[in-house]
């Protein structure tokens, strides 16, 4: 089970961090993706982490800005979001791939983050 917390309303160039807290001892079986869904559009990939950590992905819309971490003594996955963009503006899932093996088997229940110009 994935459950996630943060999100929320901010303005544009401000600054969100997303959590994913996982039940369970096997996290670090785990690599961790965040997905977001616009309305109308398709749900994206936006960041991933491997299950040592060692290898990151952001997709391009994001990198530089977005951060993905993190911590398996705590089984917390985290998405720090700066300089926010009203195309960010989303709901944002995190996600978890068991063994790395490019299947994201497990959800949480998505936050609204909502960008303001």
């Known amino acids: 089970q994935l459950v996630q917390s943060g999100g929320g309303l901010v303005q544009a160039g401000g600054s969100l961090r997303l959590s994913c807290v996982a039940s369970?001892?096997?996290?670090?079986?785990?690599?961790m993706g965040w997905f977001r869904q616009a309305p109308g559009k398709e749900r994206e990939l936006v960041a991933s982490?491997?299950?040592?950590?060692?290898?990151?992905y952001y997709a391009d819309s994001v990198k530089g800005r977005f951060t993905i971490s993190r911590d398996d003594a705590k089984y917390t996955a985290y998405l720090l979001m700066n300089n926010l963009k009203p195309e960010d503006t989303a709901v944002y899932y995190c996600?978890?791939?068991?063994?790395?093996?490019?299947?994201?088997?497990?959800w949480g229940q998505g936050t609204q983050v909502t960008v303001s110009s």
């Open positions: 369970g001892r096997t996290f670090s079986h785990y690599a």
């Open positions: 982490i491997s299950m040592s950590g060692g290898t990151t």
């Open positions: 996600a978890a791939d068991k063994f790395e093996t490019s299947t994201y088997g497990y």
